[in-house]
């Protein structure tokens, strides 16, 4: 008998285990409700029970059956007035990357005036992530922290979110649907990028000396016609046959195109280690104080800094889709062009102007 029981748990609990695994998949009324391990054992005792009072016609039997029924009915009237009245909304404290992990602020409003107790929110399948509250006040709202972990980049709309809770007895499990409006932008992966690689030149800083009207002596030059007598130099001009005007420094922001060739054969893998590897060159380049500029498939984002700039950056590439195209910048720019491609067999298709630097993905 003890056998018995022993192969009837094992049985139990390998088919929640199988129920646990496709619960996301499973479609069933809203009035449903699943039972958990407790609620079959529960279920099954009682089924005995009935049985029992049936063939030996005792009160007490009778009493108990009773009693469990009440327990039942009890558990699936509870469980589903505490996962109603539930509405949630998403916040995103900071920009989130692919294949790292970052957390998310999830806001439950009660809107019933009782509260409600032991609320699991399940995320969506692209962020795979749960969190947990035990305790929600009637007409309040509580906030709770989940940590995510995106693994492509890319527009998610949130849709529906899971609440589900075994409130009173952990004998049955509501699941219900919350839809969550908005959505999540979720950036490149980034690499480790140095900065002086970038460059070929470690220490170069984000500007550039040109003539202009700085403090600092460029050059001397000939005089010509409109220069003012006042930046003559005197000196200089004495010891040469005619006069020589001092021209000043300016230091003037440095610039540069990053390119993303998706040119040649089609390779989704090496397109995203290209989109990776611009992603974050973009946020090393304009931290450092460059103006930085986009040339990709189907996308072309002028000169632009700061941060409000890069997250425009980073929001085009977290959209872009691989295109047999080496995109041109659409403008004349006097800074460097670097750009990364595919691998350096393919890419039937090059860019008029020659890059000053080319990476290759299939090397990164």
Same mark, same amino acid.
Request: contains cysteine; aromatic residues 10%; charged residues 20%.
């Given at each position: 008998?003890?056998?018995?029981?022993?192969?009837?748990?094992?049985?139990?609990?390998?088919?929640?285990?199988?129920?646990?695994?496709?619960?996301?998949?499973?479609?069933?009324?809203?009035? $449903?409700?699943?039972?958990?391990?407790?609620?079959?054992?529960?279920?099954? @005792?009682?089924?005995? =029970?009935?049985?029992?009072?049936?063939?030996?016609?005792?009160?007490?039997?009778?009493?108990? $059956?009773?009693?469990?029924?009440?327990?039942? =009915?009890?558990?699936?009237?509870? @469980?589903?007035?505490?996962?109603?009245?539930?509405?949630?909304?998403?916040?995103?404290?900071?920009?989130?990357?692919?294949?790292?992990?970052? #957390?998310?602020?999830?806001?439950?409003?009660?809107?019933?005036?009782?509260?409600?107790?032991?609320?699991?929110?399940?995320?969506?399948?692209?962020?795979?992530?749960? @969190?947990?509250?035990?305790?929600?006040?009637?007409?309040?709202?509580?906030?709770?922290? @989940?940590?995510?972990?995106?693994?492509?980049?890319?527009?998610?709309?949130? /849709?529906? $979110?899971?609440?589900?809770?075994? +409130?009173?007895?952990? $004998?049955?499990?509501?699941?219900?649907?919350?839809?969550?409006?908005?959505?999540?932008?979720?950036?490149? *992966?980034?690499?480790?990028?140095?900065?002086?690689?970038?460059?070929?030149?470690?220490?170069?800083?984000?500007?550039?000396?040109?003539?202009?009207?700085?403090? #600092?002596?460029?050059?001397?030059?000939? +005089?010509?016609?409109?220069?003012?007598?006042?930046?003559?130099?005197?000196?200089?001009?004495?010891?040469?046959?005619?006069?020589?005007?001092?021209?000043?420094?300016?230091?003037?922001?440095?610039?540069?195109?990053?390119?993303?060739? /998706?040119?040649?054969?089609?390779?989704?893998?090496?397109?995203?280690?290209?989109?990776?590897?611009?992603?974050?060159? *973009?946020?090393?380049?304009?931290?450092?104080?460059?103006?930085?500029?986009?040339?990709?498939? /189907?996308?072309?984002?002028?000169? /632009?800094?700061?941060?409000?700039?890069?997250?425009?950056?980073?929001?085009?590439?977290?959209?872009?889709? #691989?295109?047999?195209?080496?995109?041109?910048?659409?403008?004349?720019?006097?800074?460097?062009?670097?750009?990364?491609?595919?691998?350096?067999?393919?890419?039937?298709?090059? *860019?008029?102007?020659?890059?000053?630097?080319?990476?290759?993905?299939?090397?990164?």
């Amino acid at each position: 008998m003890e056998f018995g029981f022993r192969e009837l748990n094992a049985r139990l609990e390998a088919l929640d285990g199988r129920l646990k695994k496709h619960a996301d998949s499973i479609s069933y009324p809203e009035w $449903f409700m699943m039972p958990t391990n407790e609620g079959i054992r529960f279920l099954l @005792a009682t089924l005995l =029970l009935a049985l029992a009072s049936f063939n030996t016609g005792n009160n007490l039997i009778y009493l108990i $059956f009773g009693l469990m029924l009440s327990i039942i =009915l009890l558990s699936y009237v509870l @469980a589903a007035l505490n996962t109603r009245g539930l509405r949630l909304k998403v916040k995103v404290p900071g920009p989130v990357y692919a294949s790292e992990e970052s #957390e998310v602020i999830i806001r439950i409003r009660n809107e019933k005036r009782f509260a409600s107790y032991s609320i699991r929110i399940r995320l969506p399948d692209e962020l795979s992530s749960s @969190a947990f509250l035990p305790f929600i006040q009637g007409g309040g709202a509580s906030s709770v922290r @989940a940590r995510i972990s995106p693994k492509a980049r890319g527009v998610f709309g949130y /849709g529906s $979110f899971i609440i589900e809770s075994s +409130f009173p007895f952990i $004998f049955f499990k509501r699941r219900c649907k919350v839809h969550v409006d908005g959505s999540l932008t979720v950036y490149p *992966a980034l690499m480790d990028i140095d900065l002086g690689v970038l460059w070929g030149n470690k220490g170069e800083g984000a500007h550039t000396q040109r003539p202009g009207e700085g403090d #600092e002596l460029l050059s001397l030059r000939e +005089f010509r016609e409109g220069d003012s007598q006042k930046s003559v130099h005197w000196k200089a001009s004495a010891k040469s046959h005619g006069l020589l005007v001092k021209e000043y420094a300016s230091l003037m922001p440095k610039t540069v195109v990053l390119m993303i060739d /998706g040119s040649g054969e089609s390779s989704p893998d090496l397109f995203e280690r290209s989109v990776s590897w611009a992603a974050s060159a *973009a946020i090393r380049l304009i931290e450092s104080g460059y103006y930085t500029g986009l040339a990709a498939p /189907g996308a072309y984002i002028p000169y /632009g800094s700061g941060k409000g700039h890069l997250f425009r950056l980073l929001d085009q590439m977290a959209v872009l889709s #691989e295109q047999d195209e080496a995109p041109e910048p659409e403008t004349a720019h006097a800074g460097a062009l670097l750009c990364v491609r595919k691998s350096r067999g393919g890419g039937g298709k090059a *860019a008029a102007e020659a890059p000053d630097l080319v990476v290759y993905a299939d090397t990164l």
